[in-house]
């Protein structure tokens, strides 16, 4: 079946502008994480949601970004007045449930460009 | 808060040599992840590791847990150039509603 996509693939946007990324987990997936990759770097935890419950916001930077999942599937994350520091790669992953033995479904992920 | 740590971050090797990279994490954990991601690629999950002890093989790659020594280890045999690629271990933040902490991943450059 499909996998999780993302869009948009690419977003370029200039300094002070809203974006919103999108996230389409794997269908049936409860679990659906945000991370934000560096180039060179590992993932950086954002957020996670259980079915529509944000259940760890701890890693969303400041509170230009929010994330929201309303109806437990699709997801966005929105972050408000960019700033050239939020550039970086966008990464959603979804498993069928949180820890345990499920594994994490990486999407292509969104690269900002923030100018 | 949980810390993890690969090593080395960079290798570069022959093929057909062995060799194994490192994860330590800082807090207690029993569940750990190993990823590939070759360049401009998402995340492929390779293992999930679950308990003290916990072994797992796919091809020339094996990982190993050893929650005691918050310890994992992914060994590659007898390498080949298909295996060059960034390895990224992850850990399961238990005391965290099971955020999810990478390390900054191993970028392995095998040559032919």
């Known amino acids: 079946g499909a996998g999780v996509s993302q869009s948009p693939r690419y977003k370029v946007t200039k300094r002070g502008q809203d974006v919103a990324l999108r996230c389409d987990p794997i269908s049936g997936h409860v679990s659906l994480y945000w991370y934000r990759q560096a180039l060179g770097q590992g993932p950086e935890f954002l957020t996670y949601f259980n079915y529509e419950a944000q259940q760890d916001k701890s890693g969303l930077p400041n509170d230009r970004f929010s994330a929201e999942r309303p109806e437990g599937s699709i997801s966005t994350l929105t972050i408000q007045r960019t700033e050239q520091r939020d550039s970086a790669m966008y990464r959603c992953?979804?498993?069928?449930?949180?820890?345990?033995?499920?594994?994490?479904?990486f999407g292509p992920g969104t690269r900002l460009t923030v100018t | 808060e949980l810390k993890v740590e690969q090593n080395p971050l960079f290798l570069s090797m022959q093929e057909g040599k062995n060799y194994t990279i490192y994860c330590n994490y800082s807090t207690t954990s029993d569940r750990l992840y190993w990823y590939r991601q070759d360049p401009g690629k998402s995340l492929e999950s390779l293992f999930v590791l679950l308990s003290n002890g916990a072994v797992k093989q796919e091809g020339r790659l094996m990982a190993s847990l050893d929650t005691k020594a918050r310890l994992s280890t992914l060994h590659i045999t007898a390498a080949v150039h298909d295996l060059s690629a960034t390895y990224f271990c992850?850990?399961?933040?238990?005391?965290?509603?099971?955020?999810?902490?990478f390390g900054k991943g191993t970028r392995l450059h095998i040559l032919p």
């Open positions: 992850a850990v399961d933040h238990m005391n965290r509603d099971d955020k999810i902490i």
């Open positions: 992953a979804s498993s069928l449930a949180a820890g345990l033995v499920y594994e994490q479904y």
